[in-house]
């Protein structure tokens, strides 16, 4: 019987299988960043061990960084502390450390696959669940605990069941302003936040193949968002195009062998999946979320659904809508809104900034919306800058901000105040996600971007 | 370096009736600011038991002084969202040793296991049934069997069987950790990280 594409990176990383129990996983890459490390790195302290390969270990400050005035000493005690303690700790076990400032900075699953550290057929680990960004490039990419972070910076293992497989097919062709954020969630709302807990996720189709390495990044860092451990995309051309040259890629000889693992990377035809879906994915609208979770999507101009037609209890989705203060059966379009968020690991790289702006161009901001664009990394805000996009936006209202987490899950000043309406790129409308009390909207950017300039919740193609 | 061993558990138990509790709920990223693994009890359900201006919010669970105990018992697909293990540090940090739920989210329930906190998983209809018997009596128990692998509550005929992997169901009655055992693979880790081509 073939192998899925899981199967093959899978199976070449397990150093043991212990019966009855997890497998023993070798994991290529480690991407480390300010708040899930801490208790990790005293854990190796009270064991008096160093890290195993610092070489295979990278980190990045960015979930508790401000946006603005980095240059500056940050003002947050505590943020502060746990800056200063992964620089620290960085040192110590001689981990290469891009902090605040640093050119390299930036969100941990946007500089990954900049610089080349994300690669196919790799497994690579965060403490962080939208490592499974990651997976756009055919790696087995996935979110773990602290005491799991402490387990790859002393071993480089993790110890884990072999997942499930599922493969999610979307063929035919996306309508015009359909972003590969709205196929996400779209297949998040006919699955649900828990329909793939315990799977790992192929995304297969001409859909994803036609689509730009961005976009796949986008789709695979929201498959979490469905419970999945993660999600993956066989690598192809567009993959190898993209992380050619890069710091961290292989060169020369390590590329040609290196290659010659990367080429075998795709499911054999008569591999057997666990489960299997498909979308047509001609039929994919524009997609918002109106409730708390990431699974209460609909298209642009649907209504909120009824509570009977819920799968779910009933009470937890009117307590839902209580705290959205929207009702059953209300039309989402029009609906007033009060800040717009531009950014995070699911939409804050450079083709989404081109398509905010595309929108914006020549359009003025409305006066009663707030607007964050936060770049993904410093990389991002560079490119925003000679592409000459930053100054469009400044045309129209808007202002950039340095790069980091951010609104996303708001750790920093970046908060959504209570009872206020945040269009967001990100990737959970969770209760008070991006601040206690805020109400978030997920969307993406060319959606945040008309209701910017309206103010309210507006089709894009009908600016 | 392990944790308290965990072998049986009679205790009553708090019912926290609502689906897709996510871990920004149990904590929310405000306080994620330690350092060290300390003080996260406090802030569990933080925005659930506190309003904006710190009043208690009297309906909430928690601040409901008829239930207490060391079990939580969730709605469908609990622990879903970020992979903060202080969800699972405020969980235990609070008091409780185990939460059962008819369903739960794959990170949370790995970082549960890996502190200590067993994570009981029961079938929709068992769930609803300890729902009911705690409504009818706060002080119900609830015996979990780590063992025998069996969840009953005290007092009725209700029991059901759990699942649990053999490796983890070791570790926690005996309270070892992944890392200890992993150490001990130390040398053929090395070895295999020669032949890895990347
Ligand atoms: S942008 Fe949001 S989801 Fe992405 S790494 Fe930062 S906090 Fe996590």
């Known amino acids: ?287 918002i979320t109106y409730g708390t979770n990431p699974g209460m999507g609909i298209s642009i101009n649907g209504g909120i659904p009824n509570s009977d037609e819920q799968d779910g209890s009933k009470k937890t989705f009117l307590k839902s809508l209580e705290y959205m203060n929207y009702r059953e059966g209300d039309k989402i379009i029009g609906k007033k809104i009060d800040f717009v968020f531009l950014g995070s690991c699911t939409n804050g790289r450079i083709e989404d900034f081109r398509a905010f702006t595309k929108i914006v161009k020549g359009r003025k901001k409305a006066p009663n919306v707030t607007a964050w664009l936060v770049p993904g990394s410093h990389k991002v805000e560079k490119a925003i800058k000679e592409e000459g996009l930053l100054t469009i936006l400044k045309d129209s209202g808007f202002e950039l901000r340095e790069p980091g987490c951010s609104a996303c899950l708001a750790m920093n000043d970046d908060k959504i105040p209570t009872g206020k309406y945040a269009v967001s790129t990100s990737n959970r409308n969770f209760e008070g996600r991006q601040g206690p009390g805020s109400r978030t909207l997920l969307a993406s950017p060319i959606v945040a971007a008309a209701a910017a300039i309206t103010g309210k919740i507006t089709d894009p193609r009908k600016l | 370096m392990g944790y308290d061993k965990f072998k049986i558990l009679k205790s009553k138990a708090v019912p926290l009736a609502i689906e897709n509790v996510d871990t920004d709920q149990i904590i929310p990223a405000r306080f994620l600011k330690a350092t060290e693994r300390v003080g996260f009890g406090d802030n569990l359900f933080r925005d659930w038991k506190y309003k904006p201006n710190n009043e208690i919010k009297k309906n909430f669970v928690l601040n409901d002084h008829k239930y207490s105990g060391k079990i939580l018992v969730g709605g469908k697909n609990f622990g879903s969202g970020s992979s903060r293990e202080h969800a699972a540090w405020a969980i235990y940090d609070y008091g409780f040793r185990c939460v059962i739920s008819s369903f739960f989210a794959d990170i949370f329930k790995n970082n549960c296991l890996n502190i200590g906190v067993l994570p009981v998983q029961v079938s929709a209809k068992f769930l609803d049934i300890i729902f009911k018997e705690i409504y009818k009596n706060p002080k119900t128990l609830i015996t979990v069997d780590l063992d025998l692998q069996t969840i009953k509550i005290k007092k009725t005929n209700y029991k059901e069987d759990f699942d649990i992997n053999e490796y983890k169901k070791n570790n926690l009655l005996n309270g070892y950790d992944d890392i200890d055992y992993l150490l001990n693979l130390k040398e053929s880790i090395k070895e295999f990280s020669k032949q890895t081509p990347l």
Request: aromatic share 8%; charged share 25%; hydrophobic share 35%.
């Open chain 1, 1 to 287: 019987m073939g192998q899925t594409l899981f199967d093959k990176v899978w199976d070449s990383h397990v150093i043991k299988k212990i019966d009855n129990g997890p497998d023993v996983l070798f994991i290529d890459r480690h991407m480390v960043h300010e708040v899930t490390s801490p208790v990790a790195f005293l854990g190796l302290k009270k064991r008096k061990i160093k890290v195993l390969f610092p070489e295979k270990t990278f980190a990045t400050a960015d979930h508790n960084t401000p946006t603005r005035n980095q240059h500056m000493p940050v003002k947050d005690l505590l943020s502060k502390k746990q800056l200063e303690a992964l620089e620290k700790n960085a040192k110590e076990h001689k981990i290469s450390y891009w902090g605040l400032g640093h050119q390299k900075n930036g969100i941990v699953h946007v500089i990954g696959p900049e610089h080349g550290i994300t690669l196919p057929g790799a497994t690579i680990v965060c403490g962080d669940s939208h490592t499974s960004t990651h997976g756009a490039f055919g790696a087995i990419a996935f979110g773990i605990g602290t005491s799991e972070v402490e387990m790859v910076l002393s071993t480089q293992c993790i110890m884990q069941p072999k997942p499930k497989k599922m493969r999610i097919t979307v063929n035919g062709k996306l309508s015009k302003s359909v972003t590969p954020k709205d196929v996400a969630l779209f297949i998040i709302s006919k699955l649900s936040t828990s329909g793939a807990t315990g799977y790992f996720v192929e995304y297969s189709g001409e859909v994803f193949s036609n689509m730009s390495m961005e976009g796949r990044m986008t789709v695979c860092n929201l498959s979490i968002e469905m419970g999945a451990r993660g999600g993956m995309i066989a690598p192809d051309k567009k993959t190898f195009e993209y992380i050619k040259g890069r710091e961290f890629t292989p060169k020369n000889d390590y590329w040609k062998k290196a290659m010659d693992y990367w080429k075998k990377l795709y499911t054999d035809e008569d591999a057997i999946f666990d489960k299997e879906i498909s979308f047509n994915g001609s039929l994919i609208e524009p997609m």
